[in-house]
Each structure stands twice: as structure tokens, then as C-alpha cells.
């Protein structure tokens, strides 16, 4: 069973369909741990709804972000996990986290990379920005986090189109729906061996 430990920020609307997917056995994997930087975090309240185990650990906790980014590595540690996933986390991975996980961390991020991406997209800034933009088509990509906000080898995407009438509210609920999927899928085919971009 694959072991998966998720970083996250905020509401944790794409954590749940994770935690679903392990419940209903749709997925063979186990969410071992959930760490947030914000202790509000409706991430946080999920995890423990089902009995992950969770961490609070931000840079005022931990006397700044090296002290936070070593904190979180250490504590991935701890999981054994096999892979560590960004469900909407704010922060740029430090280099303890990166240096340990090396290939085995994976960012979520709504839309289709290159586009719309790199420091101050994210959530729904992204959405705005596709409907600003006047684009017929957005999505949700998977990759592998590099050093810098949504670089590193993209693993898997996922096209929605943008429908005339649109608003943001509609753009941003079409991608959400799509970017669970996109991530239990490939999950799937990660546990099965069988995603060919790694």
C-alpha cells in the first residue's frame, strides 16, 4: 500500500477526495500525515476527522523557515512516506525537504503549466488570470517540485475547457472537479508502476 503524506494550507477540498478515495479503497494508498503551516487549517480539521495524524509547523512555530523546513522534513520522515504531496500549500519547499524527497514530491496546481504558473498564482488568482485572460481552455497539472514556485518535471494534465458565460466561480469549481480526478488517477497508475513520465 502506497503511503502518502500531504502539505497543505488551507481548506483541504482536494485532501478529502484523497482521503475518500483511500476509504473506498478507489485508490490503494494510506494518508499517513498532513502538515499545514496555518493552524486554522481546514486540512488540519479533515486529517483529524479521519484519524491522520497532524502537524502544525510554520516558521513562527519553529523560529523561522529553516527551522520550519526541517521540522516538516523531519516529520515526513518519521511516515516512511513514498510520496509527498502539495494539496494547495503555500510555501516553497526549503532544501531539507527537497534534498530528502528528491523526486518524490508532487504539486497540484490549476492550470496547465507553463501558463498561468510561478510565484503568485496559486487558488483562485490562477482562475482570474485564465478568465482575464480570455483563454478558451485551462486545466489542472501535476509535476515534480524543482527549486522555484510550480517548476519541475510534469508528471501529468488534464484539459477544461472554458465555456462561453463562464465566470470565475464557474472556471474555478470545473478545474477543482477535474484536478481530484487528475490526482487519484494518477496515484493509481503510480502504484500500479505504470505512469511512464517517471
Given at each position: ?6 502539505l497543505?494550507?488551507?481548506e483541504g477540498?482536494?485532501?478529502q477526495a484523497?482521503i ?7 485508490l ?7 502538515v ?8 488540519l ?8 495524524d ?10 523561522g523557515?529553516d ?5 516538516i ?6 511516515t516512511?512516506?513514498?510520496w509527498?504531496?502539495l ?9 531539507a525537504?527537497?534534498?530528502q524527497?528528491?523526486g518524490?514530491?508532487i504539486?497540484?496546481?490549476?492550470a496547465?503549466?507553463?501558463d498561468?504558473?510561478?510565484q ?6 490562477v482562475?482570474?488570470?485564465v ?7 485551462t486545466?489542472a497539472t501535476?509535476h ?5 514556485y510550480d517548476t ?5 494534465q488534464?484539459r ?14 470545473r ?8 490526482l487519484?488517477?494518477t496515484?493509481r497508475q503510480?502504484?500500479?508502476?505504470g505512469?511512464?513520465?517517471l
Amino acid at each position: 500500500m502506497m503511503r502518502l503524506a500531504v502539505l497543505a494550507s488551507h481548506e483541504g477540498s482536494t485532501l478529502q477526495a484523497l482521503i475518500d478515495a483511500c476509504g473506498t479503497r478507489t485508490l490503494n494508498a494510506e494518508v499517513v500525515l498532513v502538515v499545514s503551516n496555518n493552524s486554522k487549517a481546514g486540512a488540519l480539521r479533515r486529517a483529524a476527522a479521519a484519524n491522520i495524524d497532524t502537524r502544525h509547523i510554520s516558521a513562527i512555530t519553529h523560529g523561522g523557515e529553516d527551522g520550519a523546513n526541517q521540522a516538516i522534513a523531519n516529520a515526513l520522515a518519521e511516515t516512511e512516506a513514498d510520496w509527498v504531496l502539495l494539496l494547495g500549500y503555500m510555501k516553497k519547499m526549503g532544501e531539507a525537504i527537497l534534498c530528502q524527497f528528491s523526486g518524490r514530491i508532487i504539486n497540484t496546481h490549476p492550470a496547465l503549466l507553463p501558463d498561468f504558473g510561478g510565484q503568485g498564482f496559486f487558488g483562485r488568482k490562477v482562475h482570474e488570470a485564465v478568465y482575464a485572460a480570455g483563454v478558451s481552455e485551462t486545466g489542472a497539472t501535476l509535476h515534480i517540485v524543482g527549486q522555484e514556485y510550480d517548476t519541475g518535471p510534469i508528471i501529468a494534465q488534464i484539459r477544461v475547457p472554458v465555456l462561453s458565460g463562464d465566470d470565475v466561480d464557474a472556471i474555478e469549481k470545473r478545474v477543482k472537479t477535474a484536478e481530484r480526478k487528475l490526482l487519484v488517477d494518477t496515484l493509481r497508475q503510480l502504484e500500479a508502476g505504470g505512469c511512464a513520465s517517471l
